[in-house]
């Protein structure tokens, strides 16, 4: 009889912390990282979209960039506009901010009825009121005769000046740092911890140690790249080609040959190569793309492509 109760206490035991178990698990939201645009530069190309990506927690959508064409984006990866909570611009070059606008208007016409508080650089408070007014007599149309509530009451703009703390929402800690994207300052790199782990997009940047450091030990990081071979090859043959604009690309972004060191620098799991310059050139292949980067980083490396997902 001692034995049979000690058996049946141990099941006991076991079921409610399997049960236990089973409910902690379910308590955790599923959390994944889809790439919704991975082209580098503000030309629209035929195979990818300017540079964004949804960091999906539960049902809740953080955006980091909205090059063109997001809103589509998002819908393409099966996600809801209306559950748009925060949007997160990392600099103002136009590639980065061209649908921003849109998408508060999409999310908007879809049903928003929560807040969307934005975040970036401080000229989004004027790039904000700048959309709003853009899509203020479709917006007014809509209030009157569909019985609307108005969209600005719904944005929020939070201009950012320096690095640090953010925002908390959902069980996520997002934190920016500056990082060297000249003549753009300021401009941001954001990490977003979250319960099934971390993720950093690097926005567009130099080599920075200011990225190296918020990116310490991060699940997985989103770089920018640039194949500096195919550039140079791409500059010799236009007549027109600008020396400037070239210097601007190799002192403002980073090179195959560098993002590597960066991603080992950092400890970081995963990299993923993204905002590629030049993006959509059937020229560079994947394996062209990875051939600098794994000489210097043992993690796993990942070129991006639109649509890409990636759960934590």
């Known amino acids: 009889m ?6 049946l206490s141990q099941l006991a035991l076991t079921t409610a912390g399997a049960a236990l178990g089973a409910d902690a698990f379910a308590a955790r939201p599923r959390v994944r990282l889809i790439l919704l645009g991975t ?3 503000p030309r629209p190309g035929p195979t990818r979209h300017g540079p964004s990506q949804a960091l999906v927690v539960g049902r809740d959508i953080f955006v980091i960039d909205c090059g063109d064409g997001v809103a589509s984006q998002l819908r393409r990866a099966n996600l809801q506009l ?4 925060h949007v997160f611009l990392t600099h103002m070059h136009s590639d980065h901010t061209a649908d921003y606008g849109n998408l508060l208007y999409f999310a908007w016409y879809s049903g928003l009825k929560k807040k969307v508080h934005t975040w970036g650089p401080p000229a989004i408070e004027a790039l904000t009121d700048a959309a709003l007014e853009y899509h203020r007599p479709e917006i007014a149309v809509r209030v009157e ?3 609307r509530r108005p969209l600005a009451p719904l944005v929020e703009a939070h201009p950012l000046s320096k690095g640090g703390d953010v925002v908390r929402h959902a069980g996520v800690r997002v934190r920016a740092a500056l990082v060297e994207h000249p003549p753009l300052v300021p401009s941001f790199a954001y990490r977003f911890d979250t319960p099934a782990g971390s993720v950093v997009s690097s926005g567009d940047t130099a080599p920075s140690e200011g990225l190296v450091a918020l990116a310490k030990g991060a699940d997985v990081l989103v ?4 194949y500096k071979p195919r550039i140079d090859e791409l500059m010799d043959r236009l007549p027109s080609a600008n020396t400037r604009f070239r210097n601007h690309l190799i002192r403002s972004h980073t090179m195959t040959t560098q993002v590597g060191k ?3 620098k950092a400890g970081v799991k995963k990299l993923v190569l993204s905002h590629l310059v030049p993006g959509g050139d059937a020229f560079v292949t994947d394996a062209i793309w990875k ?3 794994v000489k210097d980083f043992d993690g796993e490396v990942v070129v991006g492509h639109d649509l890409m997902e990636i759960e934590l």
């Open 262 to 264: 960066i991603a080992a």
């Open 2 to 7: 001692p034995s049979r109760r000690r058996f």
């Open 291 to 293: 051939r600098d980067v």
């Open 82 to 85: 209306r559950d748009v909570r």
């Open 39 to 41: 082209k580098g530069g």
């Open 223 to 226: 770089h920018e790249v640039l």
């Open 145 to 147: 005769d569909e019985g």
